[in-house]
């Protein structure tokens, strides 16, 4: 299994759908992870930290699975301004850096 | 707004020219990153600076030499680079001990080698 591995998408929705994306990992150690957001030519901003079975925030909710190694983002009500790429992230064995997946790129449409 | 600061944004250099990139944060983090990422591909670990000494090298080229001249300020110094040195340079910092913590990006220098 790969260190982070995410379906890289397009994921194409209309506005006000819900979108989930999933994110597997191979380091059963992980006690941390994140979901970070990129917009075209920006750089990489924190979304959301999940340190145990998920969390909450707004419309965005992200859950952890570690018996099957995976994470989930969960995004309700879909904004044209959602539109971006998702890395999730993984802290290297070690705590000594993080680990990026590809990204999974989301185009809301009106 | 982003604490991680970056200059310059923008920087178009020649295969014979001398450079450097440069990254400040004042939050105190004692971890220092930089990270390059091309186009629709994640961000790659270059360098990693813990209390201003270099962690970790991921294997890059020597004719990338970075530098921490103290907590708040890192540096990237490029020469003799290769059209496919073009990319984002993205620099972070985070605090030590990344259980529990997550590191920050700056808006990253864009760097055109022709």
């Known amino acids: 299994r790969k260190e982070v591995e995410q379906d890289p998408g397009p994921f194409n929705v209309p506005e006000g759908a819900t979108v989930a994306f999933n994110c597997t990992y191979s380091n059963s150690a992980s006690q941390s992870f994140f979901w970070y957001r990129q917009d075209c030519r920006k750089e990489p901003k924190l979304l959301m930290s999940?340190?145990?079975s998920g969390n909450e925030d707004g419309r965005f909710t992200a859950q952890l699975n570690r018996a099957s190694q995976y994470i989930s983002l969960l995004i309700r009500d879909s904004k044209l301004s959602d539109s971006a790429t998702y890395l999730c992230?993984?802290?290297?064995?070690?705590?000594?850096?993080?680990?990026f997946g590809k990204g999974t790129m989301l185009l809301v449409s009106p | 707004d982003t604490e991680v600061t970056q200059t310059p944004k923008h920087l178009v250099m020649g295969m014979t020219n001398k450079k450097s990139l440069k990254c400040e944060q004042h939050m105190g983090h004692r971890a220092m990153y930089w990270y390059k990422q091309k186009a629709k591909k994640p961000p790659e670990l270059m360098f990693v600076?813990?209390?201003?000494?270099?962690?970790i090298n991921e294997s890059v080229p020597s004719r990338f030499s970075p530098e921490c001249p103290n907590s708040s300020l890192l540096n990237l110094h490029l020469h003799a680079l290769q059209p496919e040195d073009s990319a984002l340079y993205l620099c972070?910092?985070?605090?030590?001990?990344?259980?529990?913590?997550?590191?920050?990006f700056g808006e990253g220098s864009w760097l055109t080698v022709v």
């Open positions: 992230v993984v802290p290297r064995a070690g705590y000594s850096t993080l680990t």
């Open positions: 999940v340190y145990s």
């Open positions: 600076y813990s209390y201003e000494k270099l962690s």
């Open positions: 972070a910092s985070s605090p030590l001990g990344l259980s529990g913590n997550t590191i920050y």
